[in-house]
């Protein structure tokens, strides 16, 4: 069983939904960003996603492509990305690491090298934007024989015809984009969410988060309520953004904020856990 | 004599007189789907939109379900006589094509070799060769009932082209252009202002071409309902890079027609500037079985290829990657960070190519040159000098090698040029680059 199967299925039996968090590796610098990772676990975190930093973030909005550039400039690379999670492997055995970004830096890598690497770092699984189903063969199969989860996007462009084309060599838990459009922007219609969910969940065992426009912990409930997963990206890194000096420089206070605001989503991922056990789904 | 028995005569080898007239005869036939040679060049992509290694659909899963319904309405437009009908009639009537094939005699005798032709695409309407494209997409995004139509410019002439075409069939236009880019080609800001478009400066990453072609798709990502995205070159993911060179045929299909028209026979050699590359690909892909007639592209050196980051050119200079959709030749650094290129012209200031350019690289069918800023500069003034046309930057570029290579051929060398586009919008770059002029 995978770290990634693991969690869920604890998290099954606590009767709550995961809250998986987002930061872009390096931003705003390497050590920053060593400490705040080590930090999202105790702050409330479930899982952990990292974001490989990219020029050319196509499905991104300004926070996250922002947060990407600010990483490079800090001299951000893969190699740095991989030695990041490594050094939290020191001390955290546990907490599933998913590697998210775009497929350019890792082609260049070289995919089997890559993926070598990645799981000697400690990394769980991996979601590549610009990988659809229909260019499995690059990357997708050479993770999974690898050991490593693909985690899939499923979209609300996702129709019923496509979604086992999708679901297919999806492992670890389906990614559901609750709206179409970039990272960051806009607010899910909550009643679609959740017969989003239910119509993925009629194709998959797998664990079902959601994300895209979670903001605060009453967003995070309604969506706990609903699914498997909360995910949490543009808010953490605008809380992040939030705490930096004139010069971008970052340090123990973009720990805090980003800490503070994740305890803060934790609470409305586990305030939902209640209602669910009662039977009583939080509705929009 | 049938539609297929002709494409197949044609095929088979030099055409007839009778063959060559058959563009202004018959109508656009590349989009219908030709009988080709069991070993012809011509036939990519195969179903995954691949041409060998580079192409193919690297988008985000919200795109795909689009991506795959408009590779089934292009499939079913190129079946429709209709469709061909109604573009041709445009092409004709509106766009003004064919447009002529001119002997640059004054060229060719201060060169004193190879006899060499202007393919001059500069004179369609709105100025360059960027309009055979856009009239197929908008035709075929009315087909598929999108009301609003997105575009990426670098130069402009696709926005304005884009722009031009939305405003006569009455649709929505929204034009992303770098920041950088908007304050050197004003001219066509203004140009896609006064045609209704809204033009959006593109404020992130290097705040050019490859930028406004991110927030493209971030838009179309988020408008997938009613947008449809009309990509300008022969790049992105499939079915973009077909389509876009399957609208841009028309240019060798006519070149090889006029050419038997003026020498009753094939050019020798053509030549064609590329940035994305959808004018050379327009004008080579009718020739490619052709194997007597020599093929250029040109790409920008910018500064030299040997600057870091300096040029634009992807081919010379890059290596395979994945960007925008595609597998191609793409200038980035050793972590596969995509490079912002240079070029003195906005057109050709692209980080990537057009992955049939790529493939065709590597197959060794067309051969890749570059030319910089200075000799596209001085292919600029020796054009407008000698032939009283000011061309566009970009086919400036593919000149400044016809300036090398001419003077090396026979005198009886039929050579091409593909005069992609016109250099109004470069005058003020142009005179800058003499010294502050205003």
């Given at each position: 069983?995978?770290?990634?199967?693991?969690?869920?299925?604890?998290?099954?039996?606590?009767?709550?939904?995961?809250?998986?968090?987002?930061?872009?590796?390096?931003?705003?610098?390497?050590?920053?960003?060593?400490?705040?990772?080590?930090?999202?676990?105790?702050?409330?975190?479930?899982?952990?996603?990292?974001?490989?930093?990219?020029?050319?973030?196509?499905?991104?909005?300004?926070?996250?492509?922002?947060?990407?550039?600010?990483?490079?400039?800090?001299?951000?690379?893969?190699?740095?990305?991989?030695?990041?999670?490594?050094?939290?492997?020191?001390?955290?055995?546990?907490?599933?690491?998913?590697?998210?970004?775009?497929?350019?830096?890792?082609?260049?890598?070289?995919?089997?090298?890559?993926?070598?690497?990645?799981?000697?770092?400690?990394?769980?699984?991996?979601?590549?934007?610009?990988?659809?189903?229909?260019?499995?063969?690059?990357?997708?199969?050479?993770?999974?024989?690898?050991?490593?989860?693909?985690?899939?996007?499923?979209?609300?462009?996702?129709?019923?015809?496509?979604?086992?084309?999708?679901?297919?060599?999806?492992?670890?838990?389906?990614?559901?984009?609750?709206?179409?459009?970039?990272?960051?922007?806009?607010?899910?219609?909550?009643?679609?969410?959740?017969?989003?969910?239910?119509?993925?969940?009629?194709?998959?065992?797998?664990?079902?988060?959601?994300?895209?426009?979670?903001?605060?912990?009453?967003?995070?409930?309604?969506?706990?309520?609903?699914?498997?997963?909360?995910?949490?990206?543009?808010?953490?890194?605008?809380?992040?953004?939030?705490?930096?000096?004139?010069?971008?420089?970052?340090?123990?206070?973009?720990?805090?904020?980003?800490?503070?605001?994740?305890?803060?989503?934790?609470?409305?991922?586990?305030?939902?856990?209640?209602?669910?056990?009662?039977?009583?789904?939080?509705?929009? | 004599?049938?539609a297929?028995?002709?494409l197949?005569?044609?095929?088979?080898?030099?055409?007839?007189?009778?063959?060559?007239a058959r563009p202004f005869k018959s109508g656009n036939m590349t989009l219908q789907t030709p009988?080709?040679?069991?070993?012809?060049?011509?036939?990519?992509?195969?179903?995954?939109?691949?041409?060998?290694?580079?192409?193919?659909?690297?988008?985000?899963?919200?795109?795909?379900?689009?991506?795959?319904s408009l590779e089934k309405a292009y499939e079913e437009a190129r079946a429709d006589p209709a469709y061909h009908a109604e573009l041709q009639n445009l092409l004709t009537h509106y766009v003004g094509r064919p447009s002529?094939?001119?002997?640059?005699?004054?060229?060719?005798?201060?060169?004193?070799?190879?006899?060499?032709?202007?393919?001059?695409e500069?004179?369609n309407h709105t100025?360059a060769h960027k309009i055979n494209n856009v009239l197929g997409q908008i035709l075929l995004a009315r087909r598929m009932g999108k009301k609003r139509i997105?575009a990426?410019?670098?130069?402009?002439?696709h926005?304005v082209a884009t722009a031009t075409a939305c405003a006569r069939f009455g649709l929505e236009c929204?034009?992303?252009?770098?920041?950088?880019?908007?304050?050197?080609?004003?001219?066509?800001?203004?140009?896609?202002?006064?045609l209704g478009?809204?033009?959006?400066?593109?404020?992130?990453?290097?705040?050019?071409?490859?930028?406004?072609?991110?927030?493209?798709?971030?838009?179309?990502?988020?408008?997938?309902?009613d947008t449809f995205y009309c990509i300008g070159?022969?790049?992105?993911?499939?079915p973009y890079?077909a389509m876009v060179r399957d609208f841009q045929c028309v240019i060798g299909e006519e070149?090889?027609a006029?050419?038997?028209?003026?020498?009753?026979?094939?050019?020798?050699?053509?030549?064609?500037?590329?940035?994305?590359?959808s004018?050379?690909?327009g004008?080579?892909?009718?020739?490619?079985?052709?194997?007597?007639?020599?093929?250029?592209?040109?790409?920008?050196?910018?500064?030299?290829?040997?600057?870091?980051?300096?040029?634009?050119?992807?081919?010379?200079?890059?290596?395979?990657?994945?960007?925008?959709?595609?597998?191609?030749?793409?200038?980035?650094?050793?972590?596969?960070?995509?490079?912002?290129?240079?070029?003195?012209?906005?057109?050709?200031?692209?980080?990537?190519?057009?992955?049939?350019?790529?493939?065709?690289?590597?197959?060794?069918?067309?051969?890749?040159?570059?030319?910089?800023?200075?000799?596209?500069?001085?292919?600029?003034?020796?054009?407008?000098?000698?032939?009283?046309?000011?061309?566009?930057?970009?086919?400036?570029?593919?000149?400044?090698?016809?300036?090398?290579?001419?003077?090396?051929?026979?005198?009886?060398?039929?050579?091409?040029?593909?005069?992609?586009?016109?250099?109004?919008?470069?005058?003020?770059?142009?005179?800058?680059?003499?010294?502050?002029?205003?």
């Amino acid at each position: 069983m995978s770290r990634i199967d693991r969690r869920f299925a604890q998290l099954r039996d606590k009767r709550r939904a995961a809250l998986v968090t987002f930061v872009m590796a390096g931003d705003p610098d390497p050590a920053t960003s060593r400490a705040l990772l080590k930090a999202l676990p105790q702050a409330g975190a479930d899982l952990i996603e990292i974001g490989m930093p990219f020029t050319d973030p196509m499905a991104d909005g300004p926070a996250i492509q922002a947060a990407g550039l600010r990483a490079l400039r800090a001299g951000m690379t893969l190699h740095g990305v991989l030695h990041l999670v490594a050094q939290f492997r020191e001390s955290d055995a546990h907490t599933p690491i998913v590697l998210m970004g775009y497929y350019n830096p890792i082609y260049v890598y070289g995919v089997e090298k890559f993926l070598v690497d990645a799981k000697a770092a400690g990394a769980d699984g991996l979601i590549v934007v610009d990988l659809p189903p229909e260019e499995d063969a690059e990357l997708c199969l050479p993770a999974l024989r690898a050991g490593l989860s693909f985690i899939r996007l499923a979209t609300p462009t996702t129709d019923e015809a496509r979604l086992p084309a999708v679901l297919a060599n999806t492992s670890g838990f389906v990614y559901y984009v609750s709206i179409a459009g970039i990272t960051g922007a806009g607010r899910p219609d909550y009643s679609r969410v959740a017969e989003a969910v239910a119509r993925i969940k009629a194709h998959t065992p797998l664990p079902v988060a959601v994300g895209f426009g979670v903001k605060d912990a009453s967003a995070a409930a309604i969506i706990a309520a609903h699914a498997d997963g909360v995910v949490v990206g543009s808010a953490l890194i605008d809380a992040l953004a939030g705490t930096l000096d004139g010069e971008g420089r970052g340090g123990e206070a973009a720990v805090k904020a980003v800490s503070a605001l994740v305890r803060e989503l934790a609470s409305g991922v586990a305030g939902a856990a209640k209602n669910s056990a009662t039977g009583e789904k939080v509705s929009a | 004599m049938d539609a297929m028995a002709r494409l197949t005569s044609w095929m088979d080898g030099p055409a007839l007189p009778v063959e060559a007239a058959r563009p202004f005869k018959s109508g656009n036939m590349t989009l219908q789907t030709p009988i080709l040679q069991p070993n012809s060049l011509r036939q990519g992509p195969d179903a995954h939109g691949h041409f060998g290694i580079f192409g193919g659909r690297f988008v985000a899963e919200t795109l795909m379900p689009l991506i795959l319904s408009l590779e089934k309405a292009y499939e079913e437009a190129r079946a429709d006589p209709a469709y061909h009908a109604e573009l041709q009639n445009l092409l004709t009537h509106y766009v003004g094509r064919p447009s002529p094939l001119y002997f640059a005699e004054r060229m060719t005798q201060h060169l004193g070799g190879a006899k060499i032709y202007f393919k001059r695409e500069e004179l369609n309407h709105t100025g360059a060769h960027k309009i055979n494209n856009v009239l197929g997409q908008i035709l075929l995004a009315r087909r598929m009932g999108k009301k609003r139509i997105i575009a990426e410019t670098g130069a402009g002439q696709h926005g304005v082209a884009t722009a031009t075409a939305c405003a006569r069939f009455g649709l929505e236009c929204i034009v992303y252009m770098g920041a950088v880019d908007v304050e050197r080609q004003k001219p066509n800001v203004f140009r896609m202002n006064m045609l209704g478009a809204k033009v959006v400066p593109v404020q992130s990453g290097a705040r050019t071409l490859k930028d406004a072609m991110n927030e493209a798709l971030r838009d179309w990502v988020t408008n997938v309902e009613d947008t449809f995205y009309c990509i300008g070159t022969a790049a992105g993911p499939h079915p973009y890079p077909a389509m876009v060179r399957d609208f841009q045929c028309v240019i060798g299909e006519e070149t090889r027609a006029q050419m038997f028209a003026a020498e009753g026979r094939l050019p020798d050699s053509a030549f064609a500037c590329i940035g994305g590359g959808s004018n050379a690909i327009g004008l080579f892909h009718p020739f490619l079985d052709d194997r007597s007639v020599e093929l250029y592209g040109v790409e920008a050196a910018g500064h030299g290829l040997n600057v870091e980051n300096g040029h634009a050119a992807s081919l010379a200079g890059g290596r395979p990657g994945v960007l925008h959709g595609n597998r191609t030749y793409l200038l980035m650094d050793p972590e596969g960070q995509i490079l912002e290129g240079h070029s003195i012209s906005a057109g050709l200031d692209y980080p990537g190519i057009g992955p049939e350019h790529a493939w065709l690289k590597e197959t060794g069918r067309v051969t890749y040159l570059s030319a910089t800023d200075e000799e596209a500069l001085a292919a600029f003034h020796l054009c407008a000098q000698l032939e009283g046309i000011i061309p566009a930057l970009e086919p400036a570029h593919a000149l400044a090698r016809i300036i090398d290579i001419a003077p090396t051929k026979p005198k009886d060398h039929l050579m091409v040029l593909g005069l992609s586009g016109r250099g109004d919008k470069d005058l003020a770059t142009v005179a800058g680059s003499l010294g502050g002029m205003e």
